[in-house]
């Protein structure tokens, strides 16, 4: 039997899963060193689930990606980060719904449906009651629904949940009429449910009129508000979001995901892979700001950012929030510049300057195959450039080459040394070079 006296560390060195003869840091009571490995069984039952798990993935995807889903679903992060897997593999993330979606997450042909489970405010003893109501018929409306199930189970708070997480949308998409339809219905339902008690059902239910003429009956009884207008769409994503977690219907990037990934191509799941100091731009949304004052006087901020694949912390010293801190508000769409800094094993962006999304502009050329590729053209393309470039924290205007013809082309963003002063410029000095280019917003 061997006994562990003692540990040392001895520096960085390899380690193998399977055939390890020396290294790594465990001293024995003989003075020999043992090594700190998995054994082969070990290594063989994980090697064998990594291939399983491959396998799934590679056959199996929407299953796959439903079960990991599910899995995960008391984190936030990891869910997040796997939707935006998801979509990158072409798999949709369904908002929930009332007639389809289960208690977790459910995997259709081509889409996984978000599972009721996963709704704030609707625990499990109302998510039973609706499952077992729906066993017998899909609900035709929230009256519908509201009649079928216990109100002290389903109560207002769940329902309200539903509605504005997008479940009863394909029964009524104006979220804000089923919320002030609710009251009424609710009070409707539950004087239905007191009559049948006592046994006083209307006349349709007394004497057995058809099945149809009883569903009209009953949903035409059933009161509702005056008609208003739909809650605008910024605020809807908003109470998804609270309800969710996440944004499911749509996301306030998801219009300007394509280009930016060619203006921005670090995205915030991949800022821990970025080294200390290096220069990245991304396009975000401003989920948190808390301003703060220094001792100085001077203002600055820490804000929380969210694209497509996940959430970072960033700050915004006084220096720049002088310039930027206009646009340093809540839900703020923005382009930001600025360097990856690690501190206390956390990254974090320091944000140098920012603009609006909808005011980012982007300098295209276009080039057809063979003169992307003449040595000479890259030359003079890239002496314009240098030569419109001005000083460094005044170039901001990316540079994009679009490389192809009118039936395929590639899209290929020039590196930051290439960003230009003045787009306007720039482009009538590359017009008068000869060149095909143009000023575009990001957002057109």
């Given at each position: 039997?061997?006994?562990?006296?003692?540990?040392?560390?001895?520096?960085?060195?390899?380690?193998?899963?399977?055939?390890?003869?020396?290294?790594?840091?465990?001293?024995?009571?003989?003075?020999?060193?043992?090594?700190?490995?998995?054994?082969?069984?070990?290594?063989?039952?994980?090697?064998?689930?990594?291939?399983?798990?491959?396998?799934?993935?590679?056959?199996?995807?929407?299953?796959?990606?439903?079960?990991?889903?599910?899995?995960?679903?008391?984190?936030?992060?990891?869910?997040?980060?796997?939707?935006?897997?998801?979509?990158?593999?072409?798999?949709?993330?369904?908002?929930?719904?009332?007639?389809?979606?289960?208690?977790?997450?459910?995997?259709?042909?081509?889409?996984?449906?978000?599972?009721?489970?996963?709704?704030?405010?609707?625990?499990?003893?109302?998510?039973?009651?609706?499952?077992?109501?729906?066993?017998?018929?899909?609900?035709?409306?929230?009256?519908?629904?509201?009649?079928?199930?216990?109100?002290?189970?389903?109560?207002?708070?769940?329902?309200?949940?539903?509605?504005?997480?997008?479940?009863?949308?394909?029964?009524?998409?104006?979220?804000?009429?089923?919320?002030?339809?609710?009251?009424?219905?609710?009070?409707?339902?539950?004087?239905?449910?007191?009559?049948?008690?006592?046994?006083?059902?209307?006349?349709?239910?007394?004497f057995g009129s058809s099945s149809t003429n009883k569903e009209n009956?009953?949903?035409?009884?059933?009161?509702?508000?005056?008609?208003?207008?739909?809650?605008?769409?910024?605020?809807?994503?908003?109470?998804?979001?609270?309800?969710?977690?996440?944004?499911?219907?749509?996301?306030?990037?998801?219009?300007?995901?394509?280009?930016?990934?060619?203006?921005?191509?670090?995205?915030?799941?991949?800022?821990?892979?970025?080294?200390?100091?290096?220069?990245?731009?991304?396009?975000?949304?401003?989920?948190?700001?808390?301003?703060?004052?220094?001792?100085?006087?001077?203002?600055?901020?820490?804000?929380?950012?969210?694209?497509?694949?996940?959430?970072?912390?960033?700050?915004?010293?006084?220096?720049?929030?002088?310039?930027?801190?206009?646009?340093?508000?809540?839900?703020?769409?923005?382009?930001?510049?600025?360097?990856?800094?690690?501190?206390?094993?956390?990254?974090?962006?320091?944000?140098?300057?920012?603009?609006?999304?909808?005011?980012?502009?982007?300098?295209?050329?276009?080039?057809?195959?063979?003169?992307?590729?003449?040595?000479?053209?890259?030359?003079?393309?890239?002496?314009?450039?240098?030569?419109?470039?001005?000083?460094?924290?005044?170039?901001?205007?990316?540079?994009?080459?679009?490389?192809?013809?009118?039936?395929?082309?590639?899209?290929?963003?020039?590196?930051?040394?290439?960003?230009?002063?003045?787009?306007?410029?720039?482009?009538?000095?590359?017009?008068?070079?000869?060149?095909?280019?143009?000023?575009?917003?990001?957002?057109?």
């Open positions: 039997m061997v006994r562990i006296v003692s540990r040392k560390s001895v520096g960085t060195q390899a380690v193998y899963d399977i055939g390890v003869s020396k290294d790594h840091n465990f001293l024995l009571a003989n003075g020999l060193v043992a090594s700190n490995c998995f054994n082969k069984s070990h290594s063989t039952a994980y090697g064998y689930v990594t291939y399983q798990t491959a396998y799934l993935k590679a056959n199996y995807p929407v299953e796959y990606m439903a079960a990991l889903l599910t899995a995960n679903s008391g984190d936030q992060a990891k869910v997040q980060r796997y939707i935006a897997t998801c979509l990158n593999m072409g798999i949709q993330v369904e908002p929930p719904n009332i007639n389809r979606s289960g208690v977790d997450f459910t995997p259709l042909e081509a889409s996984i449906l978000f599972g009721l489970s996963a709704v704030r405010h609707v625990g499990q003893g109302a998510i039973e009651e609706i499952l077992a109501a729906r066993q017998s018929a899909e609900f035709q409306s929230l009256a519908d629904l509201c009649d079928r199930v216990d109100s002290r189970v389903v109560n207002r708070r769940a329902l309200e949940a539903l509605i504005h997480s997008g479940a009863f949308d394909t029964l009524e998409p104006n979220r804000n009429q089923l919320i002030h339809d609710l009251e009424l219905v609710i009070d409707w339902a539950q004087t239905r449910a007191k009559d049948r008690a006592v046994g006083q059902g209307n006349l349709f239910d007394l009956s009953t949903f035409e009884s059933a009161p509702k508000a005056a008609p208003v207008e739909d809650l605008p769409q910024n605020e809807k994503l908003r109470l998804e979001k609270e309800l969710l977690g996440f944004y499911i219907s749509d996301h306030p990037l998801k219009a300007v995901q394509q280009s930016a990934q060619i203006l921005a191509p670090v995205n915030l799941l991949e800022l821990e892979e970025q080294p200390e100091n290096s220069l990245v731009s991304a396009i975000v949304l401003l989920t948190e700001v808390k301003q703060i004052v220094t001792k100085k006087g001077d203002r600055m901020a820490i804000v929380q950012l969210e694209d497509l694949t996940g959430k970072a912390e960033a700050v915004v010293f006084p220096k720049s929030f002088e310039r930027i801190g206009a646009y340093i508000t809540p839900d703020q769409r923005l382009m930001v510049w600025g360097k990856v800094d690690r501190r206390d094993d956390r990254v974090q962006l320091i944000i140098e300057d920012a603009e609006p999304v909808e005011e980012v502009r982007l300098v295209m050329v276009e080039l057809t195959p063979h003169k992307a590729a003449d040595i000479e053209e890259q030359y003079r393309l890239k002496t314009i450039l240098l030569e419109q470039g001005g000083e460094g924290e005044n170039a901001k205007f990316p540079v994009v080459a679009a490389i192809g013809n009118q039936h395929q082309r590639s899209f290929v963003r020039l590196g930051a040394r290439f960003r230009v002063e003045n787009d306007q410029a720039a482009v009538q000095a590359l017009v008068s070079a000869g060149f095909q280019a143009r000023s575009s917003r990001l957002t057109s």
